[in-house]
């Protein structure tokens, strides 16, 4: 019997293979995914138009470069200042466009953007005029067939509603699950709020055909035991961060095969790791069964596009373009709007040349 020819050895990923491979993208906020860039246009609009404008410059409030927001400086930057510049249907229907455009610039092809339904009363706004307004843009842009980029909604619950704000996010999920929402989130300050008053919202998310997706084990204050038993009894289709959880949780996402949903650059600027890349732990669910997806969280802060989430795991953890491969596809199993994206994602995968090819 001859022996088997060595196969030759894969090429390595580099930058340019990770912007130029087909990227799924599941855990991004949208007003979290807004760039400074944008941001400022937004405001130059507003200070034009509103001379009087009670706020400083996006490249002042939020400067280039810096990266290093944690748990307590993070959460303020939306209510006090990004909700207040954003605070329109015009602002929300030029970020999300930018959102959108940036993502598949950066060679995301399909993505389930999430965010908090948001009244603004002084624009007279409501949360469903906010919810319709972001559909009609995913819906322009998917129904554009020069788009590369398919994508989806997420609603969140954010972890300081009341019941029957949370319950309100189901509703208006439920009523747009045929316009493009596809699942439920839970986010927010993991140190606020208590996680069991919205039980009864997820299962009627659940019940309505809806996928739930959680935050879970952010830090160490939402990681604990009741917590975490109360999160995983809602049996979630996903998981977010997933950072301080024990063997036991461990092994019940192991068993019940959810996904979960991976933000190094956040974790580690954010301080929500001890260490470095390095040390995230990444390195300990590449090597579970379960879907992984390399996700950004919040690019418009952490500045890390996907295309660089891809490329530090690779570095970090020394990932083959055929390790890259099969997290790609085996996250495909895991997206919320079903056999139709997947077949296309499935054979996007399928059919790639950049898996070889010398140029990338
Ligand atoms: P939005 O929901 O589109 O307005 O996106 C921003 C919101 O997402 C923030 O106000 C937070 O509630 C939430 N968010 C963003 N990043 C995180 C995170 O890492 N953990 C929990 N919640 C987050
Ligand atoms: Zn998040």
Same mark, same amino acid.
């Given at each position: 019997?001859?022996?088997p020819?060595?196969?030759?050895p894969?090429?390595p990923v580099?930058a340019?293979?990770?912007?130029? &491979?087909?990227?799924?993208?599941?855990?991004? /906020? &949208?007003? @979290?995914?807004?760039?400074?860039?944008?941001? /400022?246009d937004?405001?130059?609009?507003?200070?034009?138009?509103?001379?009087?404008l009670?706020?400083?410059?996006?490249? $002042?409030?939020?400067?280039?470069?810096?990266?290093?927001?944690?748990?307590k400086?993070?959460?303020?930057?939306?209510s006090?200042?990004?909700?207040?510049?954003?605070?329109?249907?015009?602002?929300?229907?030029?970020?999300?466009?930018?959102? =959108?455009?940036?993502?598949?610039?950066?060679?995301?092809?399909?993505?389930?953007?999430?965010?908090t339904?948001?009244?603004?009363?002084?624009?007279?706004?409501t949360?469903?005029?906010?919810?319709?307004?972001? &559909?009609?843009i995913?819906?322009?842009?998917?129904?554009?067939?020069?788009?590369?980029?398919?994508?989806f =909604? $997420?609603?969140?619950?954010?972890?300081?509603?009341?019941?029957?704000?949370?319950?309100?996010?189901?509703?208006l999920?439920?009523?747009?699950?045929?316009?493009?929402?596809?699942?439920?989130?839970?986010?927010?300050?993991?140190?606020? @709020?208590?996680?069991?008053?919205?039980?009864?919202?997820?299962?009627r998310?659940?019940?309505?055909?809806?996928?739930?997706?959680?935050?879970?084990?952010?830090?160490?204050?939402?990681a604990?035991?009741?917590?975490?038993?109360?999160?995983l009894?809602?049996?979630?289709?996903r998981?977010?961060h997933?950072?301080?959880?024990?063997?036991?949780?461990?092994? $019940?996402?192991?068993?019940?095969?959810?996904?979960?949903? &991976?933000?190094?650059?956040?974790?580690?600027h954010?301080k929500?790791?001890?260490?470095?890349?390095?040390?995230?732990?990444f390195?300990?669910?590449?090597?579970?069964?379960?879907?992984?997806?390399?996700?950004?969280?919040?690019?418009?802060?952490?500045?890390?596009p996907?295309?660089?989430?891809?490329?530090?795991?690779?570095?970090?953890?020394?990932?083959?373009?055929?390790?890259?491969?099969?997290?790609?596809?085996r996250?495909?199993d895991? $997206?919320?709007? @079903?056999?139709?994206?997947?077949?296309?994602?499935?054979?996007?995968?399928?059919?790639?040349?950049?898996?070889?090819?010398?140029?990338?």
């Amino acid at each position: 019997m001859a022996t088997p020819r060595p196969r030759p050895p894969t090429k390595p990923v580099d930058a340019a293979f990770a912007r130029s &491979l087909p990227k799924i993208e599941l855990h991004a /906020h &949208l007003t @979290g995914s807004i760039s400074r860039d944008c941001l /400022h246009d937004i405001w130059i609009t507003k200070k034009a138009r509103h001379p009087e404008l009670d706020l400083v410059d996006p490249l $002042i409030a939020i400067p280039p470069g810096k990266v290093d927001y944690d748990i307590k400086t993070f959460f303020p930057l939306f209510s006090s200042y990004i909700y207040k510049l954003c605070s329109d249907l015009p602002s929300i229907e030029y970020s999300t466009k930018a959102v =959108l455009e940036e993502f598949q610039s950066d060679g995301v092809v399909y993505t389930e953007l999430r965010t908090t339904p948001r009244a603004m009363p002084e624009t007279g706004v409501t949360k469903q005029n906010y919810v319709e307004t972001i &559909l009609n843009i995913l819906k322009a842009h998917n129904d554009n067939g020069a788009n590369t980029m398919r994508a989806f =909604l $997420i609603l969140s619950i954010d972890r300081r509603n009341s019941v029957a704000e949370a319950e309100e996010v189901v509703d208006l999920a439920t009523k747009y699950h045929p316009a493009g929402v596809c699942g439920v989130d839970l986010c927010g300050d993991p140190a606020k @709020g208590d996680v069991r008053i919205f039980t009864s919202a997820f299962a009627r998310a659940k019940a309505a055909g809806l996928k739930i997706t959680l935050h879970f084990a952010e830090s160490e204050v939402s990681a604990t035991d009741l917590e975490l038993q109360t999160l995983l009894s809602w049996k979630p289709h996903r998981l977010g961060h997933v950072i301080h959880v024990k063997e036991e949780y461990r092994n $019940i996402i192991e068993k019940e095969d959810i996904g979960v949903e &991976l933000c190094l650059s956040c974790n580690v600027h954010a301080k929500m790791i001890t260490g470095t890349y390095s040390d995230h732990h990444f390195g300990m669910w590449r090597h579970s069964n379960v879907p992984v997806a390399l996700s950004t969280d919040d690019v418009g802060v952490f500045c890390s596009p996907l295309s660089h989430e891809y490329y530090l795991a690779a570095q970090h953890f020394g990932l083959s373009r055929n390790d890259i491969r099969a997290f790609c596809e085996r996250a495909v199993d895991s $997206i919320f709007t @079903g056999t139709v994206e997947q077949t296309r994602l499935k054979s996007i995968y399928v059919e790639w040349a950049g898996w070889t090819s010398e140029e990338r």
